[in-house]
């Protein structure tokens, strides 16, 4: 039997593609148990059909460690066409290669510990704001104002402008954000094409603040800053076009998945009272008089297990798209050419060979005794990994350690009755009613 015969005699994974043009994209967005069910039918491994594309999901430490090993080889990186639109031809999230390589060094500039350290005073500045407002509305449904907080911390960050959640910036950004993960049909009344309307809008806005910063004698010192100031590996700066583009994906990055993760971080203290005490405790013993320092934060041992718990418990992503660019075999099945694979987070999450009773809400997976982040490649991975991990991983720890810093010294909050809890999950976990809390000063 030639190589090729034997090829096609593995087959293709199990699973189903359902109806024409939008296959089971519908089900994929909009019923948050979809991939359990698939899992529970069909195993670590089936095909469907989600955005116009046949995928194969494959889920599990051992299929993260394939892809993410295989880039460039087998698999490149892929985003349905609603995103890939959005985001912009030059966005850093829709390269390969060597571009991706060396436009990523460039942009990881802003995340080095040196920025990262220039920003706690700002965030810890702008989350203690938020808290007093808090404490004064008493009751509030908290989803939206997270997003909020997020926007005004990333613009001032990321571009030097504060206060954005109040400017016509934020609403255009949210209308931008709502067709991401969308179908792809360019109509005025759809997701997609109100938010092709607002993506030109933001470009428009960005690009006079490039413009603005491009005349002052001094660029200032954020993440605009620093792509103003870089240089390619031939001395070329980077095109307005380019900034633009990059800029949008960086508030993007800096925005949508952080919220997720802070809803869910409130959201899981306010269930889980003994642990929020022991968070508490850790706080007090610190005794933070003080502004918040990088030293302080890294005693915040306690903290760190409960954070890294939320981002198993609810990932802010769900998973990630790959184009196959070779065809290839694993365990047992045919992938072919041109398919899209898609790796699985969350299912990955609730691997029970490293999360034992993956279903509690559990710290102590993380302590040093434990180290369940440890405990295989690529089976806990809350920011992707590989070549494509997420470049803000360590700007979004940063944030969520302040942010909760900064809560449980001041607030004690519960969640108020007759509200549904439940998790859309597209493109990020929040509760389905926005999480309607009471907030009282400690």
Known sequence: MTNIESQKSVSLPPGETGLPFIGETLSFLFDPDFAKKKKSKYGQIYKTNIFGNDTVTM?????????????????????????????????????????????????????????LNSYIPKMTEITQQYVEKWLQTK??????????????????????????????????????CQGLFTLPINLPWTNFGKALKCRAKLLQEIETIIINR???????????????????????????????????????????????????FV???????????????????????????????????????????????????????????????????????????????????????IFPDYQTFDPERFSPENMADKQKNFGYIPFGGGLRECL?????????KIFASVLVHNCHWQLLPDQDLEMITIPSPRPRDGLKVKITEV
């Open 392 to 400: 803000g991983k360590e700007f979004a720890r940063l944030e969520m």
């Open 267 to 353: 959201l899981l203290m306010a269930q889980h009272p003994n642990i929020l005490e022991k968070v508490r405790t850790e706080q007090e013993n610190l005794n933070i008089t003080e502004d918040i320092t990088s030293e302080k934060l890294k005693e915040m041992t306690y903290l760190e297990e409960v954070l890294k718990e939320v981002l198993r418990f609810i990932p802010p992503v769900g998973g990630g798209f790959r184009k196959v660019i070779e065809e290839f075999e694993f365990q047992g099945y045919r992938i072919p050419k041109d398919w899209t694979v898609q790796y699985q987070i969350a299912q990955t999450h609730k691997e029970s060979d």
């Open 139 to 176: 009751e509030l449904t908290w989803y939206p104002e997270l997003r909020k907080y997020t926007f005004d911390v990333a613009c001032s960050l990321l571009i030097s402008i504060d206060n954005a959640s109040q400017t016509k910036l934020a609403s255009d950004f949210e209308t931008w």
């Open 59 to 115: 889920i599990g430490a051992e299929a993260n460690q394939f892809l993410f090993r295989n880039e460039n080889k087998y698999v490149v990186s892929t985003w349905p066409k609603s995103t890939r639109v959005l985001l912009g031809k030059l966005s850093l999230a829709v390269k390969d290669g060597n571009f991706h390589t060396s436009r990523r060094k460039l942009l990881a500039q802003a995340f080095q510990p040196r920025a």
């Open 214 to 264: 491009q005349q002052q004698p001094k660029h200032q010192n954020d993440a605009l800053g620093i792509l103003l100031e870089a240089k390619d590996e031939e001395g070329n700066s980077l095109t307005i076009e380019e900034l633009k583009d990059q800029i949008l994906l960086l508030l993007f990055a800096g925005h949508e998945t952080l919220t997720s993760s802070l809803s869910s």
